[in-house]
């Protein structure tokens, strides 16, 4: 196993309404007529900073220790497309309004500004208090600031008012979920070094910001969230000595909430710096039950803090679609996979292959973000992780170079790296943020990159990048894409878990508000389809408790999918009276709202050999606040007809609507 430190003074490092004709929807990407083969040596990736208005120097200030920055997309200005933060040191950064095929800095006049004292570090974007509109969480080696967002891409500070400054705390990371399952947005604050002491660091303490309503309140100590432990004995080997037995807190560079039991509540991980030394990896469970908010540390009973490292980045993900949920952590050094089988996490790294520990000198590759993400659409997830270089003593030294590396999901378990030459992202600054966006709303995931700008770790010439997918591999696959609006979850939807049948097979996803590294991507959800036309089943299971089902989406298209307030809550056996002559079909629907709701639904059967409809009905009426009701169809056949079509297999699709949002159900079956 590698031991790995850092010297004393350095730190490790287009829119459409789902409605009820799906097919009237689709917004299909184009068709590539540019595709290449490997031999053809075309990238699949284009720089694209300069023409797009978006080429930005990152100048990290005199307090960053060479860690910044991050970056952000969201829809700022709320004209449905999204645009783009990069934060710099000492100063604000730049706000890049997306003006479809260029973007102009609006950052003067945008009510957003720090303190000279500071440096901005990482950002991470949510709508904390439910309007409609994502506002922005900026985190700095000073305090935080948490900048309301009030529309046509005006801000106002409202930190002091929140209660989330942090104090003086350095931050890197910050998450939001609903922890506690009541329909708004809590905060949950990384923290870097408190004091450095190399390498036996003391951190700061982790904070988890409780949404109140008008306020929000630190119950990380309470709750035992808060990452904090004592030194334990001097690791052999090295000529350092631990100030065993003292307190400390982890060193976090990395935040995550995925719901990694499925329980219906987000869990917490968290990535600390220099785990070998202080604190390793931390993996609570969170336990809500009936309001009642609680979390267990279950770190080394999951095998969760296996390898401790230098963590900089952490990214959750099914990358080998068995059902449940994996992990990619950066490193300095040897990458880490922790491969989740059944509830325990194991070091799948070297089987799996996406190392990314040495460079082509024979020097240590230093991997800041990391990020899962379809860029060739064959329904396999890639990793994408963003290397940068960072000055250290010579007996760890680093690449002065780092390409960032994409990494293609072979689909059986491990990963091929693709050469520099073919993936366009190996831009060779010293790479630290990365966030991801389908820019142009093709079902291509591009990606901006924040590098680091500072002149004792870059060159002149380094900037920050925007890399976009030119589709070169892939352009015959299908893709669909969808954002979430919360009715009774909050309002992003953030916390839901979206489970997509293809073909046979289950891809998952979770909307999440979690940095990847310092960074805040788009909360869309993008799925890769292969050569499928369709999805043929969706779930989302909201954190709300509703559970939505969707089925036979087609393929190619991008729909805003809102949470329901009437859902199908079971579809009963067909049933066929001969002396009466009559078919029957019923299903149960559920209003989740407390009004009546006006709900108009749709039996549709059809025959599975051909796919004829054999009966097509509609139904409106008023469902009652809180009630479940029996919708029932009831259609005249004559027997003779009827034996004709007797056994015959056949599917029956029931969709309800409400309130704009819409469920729907298929029983596959046979007529009894």
């Keep these: 196993m590698k031991h790995l430190f850092f010297p004393p003074l350095a730190a490790a490092a287009g829119l459409v309404s789902f409605g009820a004709v799906l097919a009237a929807q689709v917004t299909t990407g184009p068709k590539r007529a540019d595709i290449v083969s490997l031999e053809g040596r075309k990238a699949y990736y284009q720089d694209r900073s300069e023409s797009y208005g978006v080429l930005f120097k990152n100048t990290e200030g005199s307090f960053g220790l060479g860690m910044g920055a991050g970056c952000a997309w969201f829809d700022m200005d709320g004209d449905g497309d999204e645009d783009l933060y990069a934060p710099s040191g000492q100063n604000a950064g730049a706000l890049?309004?997306?003006?479809?095929?260029s973007f102009a800095d609006v950052m003067a006049g945008s009510g957003i500004g720090v303190s000279p004292l500071v440096d901005p570090i990482a950002v991470r974007t949510a709508d904390y208090d439910q309007d409609g509109r994502s506002d922005v969480y900026l985190m700095t080696t000073g305090?935080?600031?948490?900048?309301?967002?009030?529309?046509?891409?005006?801000?106002?500070?409202?930190?002091?008012?929140l209660g989330v400054s942090g104090g003086s705390r350095f931050s890197t990371g910050a998450s939001f979920a609903d922890f506690d399952l009541d329909g708004d947005l809590d905060l949950y604050v990384g923290h870097y070094i408190r004091i450095l002491n190399f390498p036996y660091h003391y951190g700061e303490p982790n904070q988890l910001f409780m949404n109140l309503g008008t306020v929000f309140a630190d119950f990380a100590p309470a709750l035992g969230v808060d990452n904090v432990g004592v030194f334990g004995p001097s690791v052999p080997g090295y000529p350092y000595e631990s100030p065993e037995g003292q307190p400390t807190a982890g060193c976090?560079?990395?935040?995550?909430?995925?719901?990694?039991?499925?329980?219906?509540?987000?869990?917490?991980?968290?990535?600390?710096?220099?785990?070998?030394?202080?604190?390793?990896?931390?993996?609570?469970?969170?336990?809500?039950s009936g309001g009642?908010?609680?979390?267990?540390?279950?770190?080394?009973?999951?095998?969760?803090?296996?390898?401790?490292?230098?963590?900089?980045g952490i990214y959750p993900r099914d990358f080998d679609h068995d059902g449940d949920w994996d992990f990619y952590l950066s490193n300095l050094g040897d990458n880490l996979l922790l491969r989740n089988d059944g509830g325990q996490f194991?070091?799948?790294?070297?089987a799996a292959g996406p190392v990314d520990g040495v460079g082509p000198t024979g020097k240590l590759l230093t991997s800041w973000a990391t990020v899962w993400e379809d860029v060739d659409n064959d329904s396999w997830e890639d990793l994408i992780v963003c290397n940068g270089h960072m000055p250290s003593a010579s007996f760890i030294a680093n690449e002065l170079r780092s390409a960032n590396t994409l990494w293609m999901n072979q689909g059986d378990g491990t990963f091929e790296r693709v050469p520099d030459v073919f993936s366009g992202l190996a831009d060779l600054g010293s790479g630290r943020g990365l966030a991801w966006v389908d820019l142009q709303s093709d079902g291509f995931p591009d990606f901006y990159v924040?590098?680091?700008?500072?002149?004792?770790?870059?060159?002149?010439?380094?900037?920050?990048r925007l890399f976009v997918n030119k589709g070169l591999i892939g352009a015959d696959n299908h893709w669909f894409e969808l954002d979430l609006a919360g009715r009774f979850s909050n309002r992003e939807g953030i916390g839901a878990r979206i489970d997509a049948e293809v073909d046979g097979t289950v891809l998952k996803r979770q909307v999440l508000a979690d940095p990847i590294f310092e960074s805040s991507p788009t909360l869309m959800v993008h799925f890769g389809l292969g050569s499928a036309e369709q999805i043929d089943r969706m779930t989302v299971h909201w954190p709300s408790g509703v559970v939505q089902t969707l089925v036979e989406l087609p393929a190619d298209q991008r729909i805003q999918l809102l949470e329901p307030a009437v859902t199908g809550a079971g579809i009963q056996p067909i049933a066929y009276d001969p002396v009466a002559e009559m078919l029957t079909l019923r299903a149960d629907v559920e209003n989740h709202d407390t009004v009546p709701q006006g709900v108009s639904a749709m039996f549709e059967l059809r025959a599975k050999s051909d796919g004829?409809?054999?009966?097509?009905?509609?139904?409106?009426?008023?469902?009652?606040?809180?009630s479940i009701l029996t919708l029932t169809v009831n259609q005249a056949v004559p027997q003779a007809a009827y034996a004709a079509l007797q056994g015959s297999a056949v599917e029956?699709?029931?969709?309800?609507?409400?309130?704009?949002?819409?469920d729907s159900d298929m029983l596959d079956t046979s007529l009894p």
Aim: proline residues 3%; negative net charge.
């Design 143 to 161: 305090q935080n600031y948490m900048f309301r967002n009030e529309g046509g891409g005006q801000f106002s500070d409202k930190t002091a008012v």
């Design 346 to 350: 194991v070091d799948g790294t070297y």
């Design 96 to 101: 890049f309004r997306n003006d479809g095929d």
């Design 450 to 464: 924040q590098n680091n700008g500072a002149d004792w770790i870059a060159l002149p010439g380094d900037r920050s």
């Design 252 to 288: 976090t560079l990395a935040t995550a909430t995925c719901d990694y039991d499925e329980d219906g509540d987000p869990d917490l991980q968290v990535g600390n710096d220099f785990g070998e030394w202080v604190i390793g990896n931390t993996l609570y469970r969170n336990d809500v």
């Design 612 to 626: 004829s409809v054999l009966l097509k009905k509609s139904l409106s009426g008023t469902l009652p606040g809180g």
């Design 292 to 312: 009642l908010l609680a979390f267990a540390d279950v770190s080394a009973a999951t095998g969760f803090d296996t390898r401790p490292h230098y963590n900089m």
């Design 652 to 662: 029956l699709v029931v969709s309800c609507a409400a309130s704009g949002g819409q």
